[in-house]
C-alpha cells in the first residue's frame, strides 16, 4: 500500500486524530499537499521510509525529503529551496554552518572519541565556556547526548540533593519523550496510553498569555503563582520545580515577575527551580539562557537542540556547585558523555554567536518581526494574537476574536500554501503558527516571510466564510 493510501486508511480509521503538539501526519490536508507537490522520486522515498522505520504521529509518514540543508534555507528533492522557520531549533548559527563544520573536521583528525574514565581538553574547554557564561553560581556541567537524557540526569540529581522524589510541573509541556520525560511533561499526545507513569509528578496549569484560564495575564496578580504556592503548601515533599522558561511549541511568555515569586517559593518550600531551555537558549530570547530576561538564577538549567550546530547531537545539564553531589552514583554516565567531537561543535556555535553579535542581532530584528506581525492582526481578522520575544513568534488564529475559538483547520491549510511559497514553520496547538527562525537572518528575509504569510492567510480567507469579522 502506497504512503497515500495508507494515510488515508488511517483517517478514515480515526477521524478524531489529534492537533496538538503539530501538524498531523495524517490528515487530509497533508495527504492532498503531497498529491500535487511530491514528485515520483521523492514518493520513492517517502515509501521506503515508511516501510522501514517505525510509524508514529509527529514523523514517519514524513512529508518530504530533503537533499540539502544550508544557512535559513533546507532543499528538497525536486531542488526547491524553502526558508526553515521550524528546523527543530537546531539553526541558531544557520545550517551546515562552516565554522561548525570545520571545528568538527579538525577535531575528527585529532581526536574523535573519548572512552569512559577519560577525559579530554575540548570536553573541558566546553564545560569551562558554559559554566563562565551562565551566572552566579552554575559552574557545574554534565554533558549527554540529547537534552531528554539532561532531563532524566536532572531528576536524578534532584533526588539525591533533598531526598525527595516527586516533581511540579505544568500541563502543555514538552521536556522530551522518554517515560521520565513525559511524566513531568504535559502534552496527551506523548502521554496517552503509556501509564503508569513516574510516580509524584505533580502538574498545575500553565502559563497561557492568551488563554489563561486565570483571566488576563495583564490583571490576573499572578494567580498563576498563587496557585503553585497552593499546591507546594499542601504537597510538602516535591523536590523539583521544573518549568519551560518560555514554551517554545506555542510561544508561552510568563509575566514579568512570574520566576521571581517562582524562586522565593522553591526556597520557602525547599524545592530546586530547573528550568529547560532545550530549544530557546543560545540566543533565541536575545539572551544566551532565557531565563536572564527574568533576573533571576535556576538550581539547575537545560540546553541543547542547537548546542550542536544541528551537526552532532548534544545537550548539557548546568548546575549550582552546592549540586555536586552523586559521587557516590552515576547520574549520567553515557557513552558519549564526554564527546570531543560534539565539544568541538558547540564551542564553535557559542564562539559564532559572539564574534558575529548574535545576540544584539536578534534583539534588534525581533523588535522589526514583531512590528511586522502587529501590522498583520490589524489587517487580518483571523489572528486573534501576536506573541513573542527575539526570534521566537507566535501568530495565534481563531475563528472569532471574541470566543477565541481556535482555527485549526486554516492553521494547517495556511501552513501547506506557505510550504508551497517557501517557507516552512510550526504549527502547534493546532492553531498556533510558530515562527523560529535561525537567528542570521536577515532583515529582508524576515519581510519575505511575512509576505508570504499574508498572502497565505488572505488566500484561505478569500475562500471560506468560516472566520467572523
Not at 496527551?188 to 498569555?209: Q, W
Given at each position: 500500500m502506497s504512503v497515500a493510501s495508507r494515510g488515508k486508511a488511517l483517517v478514515e480509521k480515526n477521524e478524531n486524530y489529534r492537533k496538538g503538539e503539530g501538524d498531523i501526519n495524517t490528515s487530509s490536508a497533508r495527504l492532498a499537499w503531497q498529491e500535487s507537490h511530491i514528485d515520483p522520486t521523492t514518493r520513492a522515498i517517502l515509501e521506503a521510509d515508511e516501510k522501514y522505520f517505525l510509524h508514529q504521529s509527529l514523523s514517519t509518514p514524513c512529508l518530504n525529503a530533503l537533499k540539502s540543508c544550508k544557512g535559513i534555507y533546507i532543499e528538497d528533492m525536486t531542488g526547491k529551496k524553502i526558508m526553515d522557520f521550524h528546523g527543530n531549533?537546531?539553526?541558531?548559527?544557520?545550517?551546515?554552518?562552516?565554522?561548525v563544520i570545520d571545528a568538527v573536521k579538525k577535531q575528527l583528525d585529532e581526536l574523535s572519541f573519548c572512552t569512559r574514565r577519560y577525559t579530554n581538553s575540548r570536553a573541558i574547554e566546553l564545560a569551562e565556556k558554559l559554566s563562565s557564561l551562565a551566572p552566579g553560581?552554575?559552574?557545574?556541567?554534565?554533558?549527554?547526548?540529547?537534552?531528554?537524557?539532561?532531563?532524566?540526569?536532572?531528576?536524578?540529581?534532584?533526588?539525591?540533593?533533598?531526598?525527595?522524589?516527586?516533581?511540579?510541573?505544568a500541563w502543555d509541556a514538552f521536556h522530551g519523550a522518554s517515560l521520565d520525560a513525559l511524566s513531568i511533561g504535559g502534552e496527551a499526545t506523548f502521554r496517552e496510553g503509556l501509564g503508569p507513569l513516574l510516580p509524584g509528578t505533580e502538574h498545575v496549569l500553565p502559563v497561557n498569555n492568551y488563554r489563561c484560564v486565570w483571566g488576563e495575564c495583564k490583571n490576573c496578580g499572578l494567580k498563576c503563582v498563587k496557585y503553585i504556592?497552593?499546591?507546594?503548601?499542601?504537597?510538602?515533599?516535591?523536590?523539583?520545580?521544573?518549568?519551560?522558561?518560555?514554551r517554545n511549541t506555542d510561544v508561552q511568555i510568563p509575566p514579568k515577575g512570574y520566576y521571581s515569586e517562582i524562586r522565593k517559593l522553591c526556597d520557602k518550600y525547599g524545592a530546586l527551580l530547573i528550568l529547560d531551555e532545550t530549544a530557546i537558549a543560545l540566543g533565541r530570547t536575545g539572551k544566551m539562557f532565557a531565563f536572564e530576561n527574568y533576573s533571576v538564577e535556576p538550581d539547575m538549567v537545560i540546553i541543547g537542540k542547537g548546542l550542536g550546530g544541528g551537526i552532532i547531537p548534544l545537550s548539557a545539564l548546568i548546575v549550582r556547585e552546592k549540586l555536586?553531589?552523586?559521587?557516590?552514583?552515576?547520574?549520567?554516565?553515557?557513552?558519549?558523555?564526554?564527546?570531543?567531537?560534539?565539544?568541538a561543535a558547540a564551542l564553535a556555535v557559542i564562539k559564532y554567536i559572539e564574534d558575529n553579535s548574535l545576540l544584539s542581532h536578534t534583539i534588534k530584528l525581533g523588535i522589526y518581526l514583531k512590528k511586522r506581525l502587529k501590522e498583520l492582526a490589524k489587517k487580518h481578522a483571523i489572528i486573534g494574537n501576536i506573541r513573542g520575544i527575539g526570534l521566537l513568534y507566535a501568530i495565534e488564529l481563531v475563528k472569532d476574536p471574541i470566543t477565541k475559538e481556535p482555527a485549526t483547520d486554516a492553521a494547517e491549510k495556511v501552513m501547506y500554501s506557505c510550504l508551497e511559497k517557501g517557507l516552512s514553520f510550526k504549527v502547534s496547538q493546532g492553531n498556533v503558527l510558530t515562527l523560529s527562525p535561525p537567528l542570521i537572518i536577515s532583515e529582508k528575509e524576515l519581510d519575505l516571510a511575512v509576505t508570504i504569510i499574508d498572502k497565505a492567510i488572505s488566500e484561505y480567507c478569500s475562500k471560506t466564510e468560516d472566520i467572523k469579522l
Amino acid at each position: 500500500m502506497s504512503v497515500a493510501s495508507r494515510g488515508k486508511a488511517l483517517v478514515e480509521k480515526n477521524e478524531n486524530y489529534r492537533k496538538g503538539e503539530g501538524d498531523i501526519n495524517t490528515s487530509s490536508a497533508r495527504l492532498a499537499w503531497q498529491e500535487s507537490h511530491i514528485d515520483p522520486t521523492t514518493r520513492a522515498i517517502l515509501e521506503a521510509d515508511e516501510k522501514y522505520f517505525l510509524h508514529q504521529s509527529l514523523s514517519t509518514p514524513c512529508l518530504n525529503a530533503l537533499k540539502s540543508c544550508k544557512g535559513i534555507y533546507i532543499e528538497d528533492m525536486t531542488g526547491k529551496k524553502i526558508m526553515d522557520f521550524h528546523g527543530n531549533n537546531v539553526h541558531q548559527v544557520g545550517f551546515s554552518n562552516s565554522e561548525v563544520i570545520d571545528a568538527v573536521k579538525k577535531q575528527l583528525d585529532e581526536l574523535s572519541f573519548c572512552t569512559r574514565r577519560y577525559t579530554n581538553s575540548r570536553a573541558i574547554e566546553l564545560a569551562e565556556k558554559l559554566s563562565s557564561l551562565a551566572p552566579g553560581d552554575l559552574n557545574k556541567v554534565l554533558l549527554a547526548p540529547g537534552a531528554t537524557s539532561s532531563i532524566g540526569i536532572a531528576l536524578k540529581l534532584a533526588r539525591i540533593s533533598t531526598g525527595r522524589f516527586k516533581t511540579l510541573s505544568a500541563w502543555d509541556a514538552f521536556h522530551g519523550a522518554s517515560l521520565d520525560a513525559l511524566s513531568i511533561g504535559g502534552e496527551a499526545t506523548f502521554r496517552e496510553g503509556l501509564g503508569p507513569l513516574l510516580p509524584g509528578t505533580e502538574h498545575v496549569l500553565p502559563v497561557n498569555n492568551y488563554r489563561c484560564v486565570w483571566g488576563e495575564c495583564k490583571n490576573c496578580g499572578l494567580k498563576c503563582v498563587k496557585y503553585i504556592e497552593f499546591v507546594l503548601s499542601k504537597e510538602r515533599d516535591i523536590g523539583a520545580v521544573i518549568l519551560e522558561t518560555i514554551r517554545n511549541t506555542d510561544v508561552q511568555i510568563p509575566p514579568k515577575g512570574y520566576y521571581s515569586e517562582i524562586r522565593k517559593l522553591c526556597d520557602k518550600y525547599g524545592a530546586l527551580l530547573i528550568l529547560d531551555e532545550t530549544a530557546i537558549a543560545l540566543g533565541r530570547t536575545g539572551k544566551m539562557f532565557a531565563f536572564e530576561n527574568y533576573s533571576v538564577e535556576p538550581d539547575m538549567v537545560i540546553i541543547g537542540k542547537g548546542l550542536g550546530g544541528g551537526i552532532i547531537p548534544l545537550s548539557a545539564l548546568i548546575v549550582r556547585e552546592k549540586l555536586d553531589v552523586a559521587v557516590h552514583t552515576a547520574i549520567g554516565h553515557y557513552t558519549h558523555e564526554k564527546s570531543p567531537v560534539g565539544s568541538a561543535a558547540a564551542l564553535a556555535v557559542i564562539k559564532y554567536i559572539e564574534d558575529n553579535s548574535l545576540l544584539s542581532h536578534t534583539i534588534k530584528l525581533g523588535i522589526y518581526l514583531k512590528k511586522r506581525l502587529k501590522e498583520l492582526a490589524k489587517k487580518h481578522a483571523i489572528i486573534g494574537n501576536i506573541r513573542g520575544i527575539g526570534l521566537l513568534y507566535a501568530i495565534e488564529l481563531v475563528k472569532d476574536p471574541i470566543t477565541k475559538e481556535p482555527a485549526t483547520d486554516a492553521a494547517e491549510k495556511v501552513m501547506y500554501s506557505c510550504l508551497e511559497k517557501g517557507l516552512s514553520f510550526k504549527v502547534s496547538q493546532g492553531n498556533v503558527l510558530t515562527l523560529s527562525p535561525p537567528l542570521i537572518i536577515s532583515e529582508k528575509e524576515l519581510d519575505l516571510a511575512v509576505t508570504i504569510i499574508d498572502k497565505a492567510i488572505s488566500e484561505y480567507c478569500s475562500k471560506t466564510e468560516d472566520i467572523k469579522l
